[in-house]
């Protein structure tokens, strides 16, 4: 039986593609949009649009790994592209997101800045003037949000070199009078509050596990719109969302894996839905699970 009301528009027509490519559109990245989210997105595009002051505002967004805080990142990028000037003579670039390095290096971080601008540099150049021309480039494609993936990774060296990095992220919000937006697990939040000054700048925000409550079934009905298959899943339905829940454990990111994972599995099967078979058929180990089952090989 063909079904295509649950569907959207895009994974309806998708029904009628091969198999294999049908497949693909499965695997590939999609945004599923949620009332966190939408309240973390409505956030960002305040702190987008404040005037610039000597004391610009900052957002620290507080996560389990995998919890969908890069996602939620490259939504807001994408959301907000470079554009050129009313002549054509330059890009403006609102907006960039970047990895924190390794460690608190200094070097390393300027580096990424200049990597996702493809502004030429010499990687051998002292930091200061590594730190003069980020400063000149920034001002001049108009920046006024800087996203900082991974920030946690500030926690990593002495803790001479951590505030040495944090007083880079102060000195760059202060020069060129920008947001800066963390995203982290909650050692983050602890290495900013190390530094009185960012602490009082940078407001945090959680993007907490999901539990079993109207809003994850509100989710899991919005993964079953995109995921092209012919017959209804109804993953919303409390028993098949309650095991979704103790398989993904809570986090965005494994529950995404999961049900692509369980979709192509229906496709290549023919059983074309997800079910609490096709759960077993895959043989999906939770996080906590695959954790223990590395140390034990170990």
């Not at 983050?188 to 000054?197: E, K, S, V």
């Not at 995404?256 to 994972?261: A, D, E, G, K």
Request: aromatic share 4%; with cysteine; charged share 25%.
């Amino acid at each position: 039986m063909d079904e295509r009301g649950h569907l959207n528009t895009a994974a309806r027509a998708a029904l009628d593609l091969p198999s294999a490519t049908r497949i693909d559109r499965i695997r590939s990245p999609r945004w599923i949009g949620y009332t966190r989210a939408k309240q973390l997105l409505d956030k960002l595009d305040d702190l987008l649009t404040h005037p610039k002051t000597h004391r610009m505002p900052n957002l620290l967004i507080v996560g389990d790994t995998n919890a969908g805080k890069t996602m939620l990142a490259n939504r807001f990028v994408q959301l907000h592209p470079p554009d050129k000037t009313a002549g054509g003579e330059a890009v403006i670039v609102p907006v960039m997101a970047i990895q924190a390095p390794p460690g608190p290096d200094e070097n390393r971080f300027y580096n990424a800045i200049l990597e996702a601008l493809c502004t030429p540099y010499n990687p051998r150049e002292r930091v200061a003037q590594k730190q003069i021309q980020v400063l000149r480039v920034l001002k001049r494609i108009g920046l006024r949000m800087l996203i900082i993936d991974e920030i946690h990774n500030v926690l990593t060296g002495s803790v001479a070199k951590q505030r040495q990095f944090l007083n880079v992220l102060k000195y760059l919000g202060n020069d060129l009078q920008i947001t800066l937006v963390g995203l982290g697990t909650k050692e983050a939040l602890r290495a900013l509050q190390a530094d009185p000054q960012l602490a009082n700048r940078f407001e945090p925000a959680a993007l907490p596990p999901w539990q079993l409550n109207q809003d994850f079934q509100m989710l899991l009905a919005s993964f079953e719109q995109v995921l092209p298959l012919r017959k209804r899943s109804r993953l919303a339905d409390e028993p098949l969302a309650r095991k979704l829940l103790v398989l993904s454990e809570g986090s965005l990111g494994e529950l995404s894996v999961l049900l692509t994972s369980a979709a192509v599995y229906a496709v290549h099967s023919g059983t074309e839905r997800i079910d609490e078979r096709v759960l077993a058929a895959i043989d999906w180990i939770p996080p906590s699970e695959r954790r223990r089952h590395t140390e034990h090989l170990l």
